[in-house]
């Protein structure tokens, strides 16, 4: 049906310049609110009214598009580096990642909890909503380090007034034997089995390097580091080590960790990854390669140097 320009035009007034709702307009003009949603959409069809979102300077969406497309991923959240001080835009990232968790967390929910500095800050950042979930520890621990797994995962559960379970067992434990002699226990064994059963799971990126929170922590030894770089990794996440391509290391060191398994990870419905830095660029390249990451949350600068890296 053609409508005249002049009802086109006062309907669109009505709406969009005196913010009145549709069944408001229906009843001052006398008809159906159906036929207001008809003139709206007719409006808009004739250029009448035209609709244009205004996107900030500092909107990174386009770079969030790029990764998502090269990476297959569920969704990437990236701050802008307006800052120039690598410490106040990590403090960035992880306030966003806190807003995000708090949002993406239902009730009931079964979260895993990996370890690291960036989790630290964000479990620190995290308002106190009851939602009744049970938190799950996926790695073992790193001594008495405050960015070990069983301190973040009792820190978000007091956020979330939730239930944990926790890892009672070293990260990276001396040789297999031990490793499996660890997980022969009854109660290491229902936490390995809890991990596979986490619906959202919430993990930082680590790099091969000297300034590895597990090697400044000196819980990683230089030896191993230099193993691991003779190896070929680049990248870890869940204390899991992968090289450039995304591929699990064959490594002494992979072989003597405690926690899920990449594989696993996979498994799980929603992993968000949170990762600030630009040279991390390489690591979370190599991570995302592994097709264990769902959403990716970092900062500009970052997230270009991850798509220069190709």
Known sequence: MDYSKSLLIKVAEYYYNEDLNQQQIAKRLNISRVKVSRLLTEARNKGIVKIEIVYPKDNCIELERQLEEKY?????VIISSSSNSPDSIHMEVTNTAAQFIEEKVNPKDIIG????????????????????VEIVQ???NIGSSEYSGDVIVRNIAK?????????????????????EAIKSDGQISSILDMQKQCSLAIVGIG????NSTLVVSNYLKKEDLERLKSDGAVGEVVGRFVDENGQICKTSVNDRVLGIEIDSLKEIPCVVAIASGEEKGKSIKAVLKTGSIDVLITDENTAQNILKLE
């Open 113 to 132: 909890i990996a370890w690291g500095r960036t989790l630290k800050r964000v479990s620190d950042r995290i308002s106190e909503v009851n939602k009744e």
């Open 159 to 179: 956020s979330f007034q939730g239930s944990i379970y926790l890892l009672p067992a070293p990260a990276i434990v001396d040789n297999i034997k031990i490793k």
């Open 207 to 210: 790099q091969v390097s000297e």
């Open 138 to 140: 996926l790695l073992g």
């Open 72 to 76: 297959h991923l569920e969704e990437v």
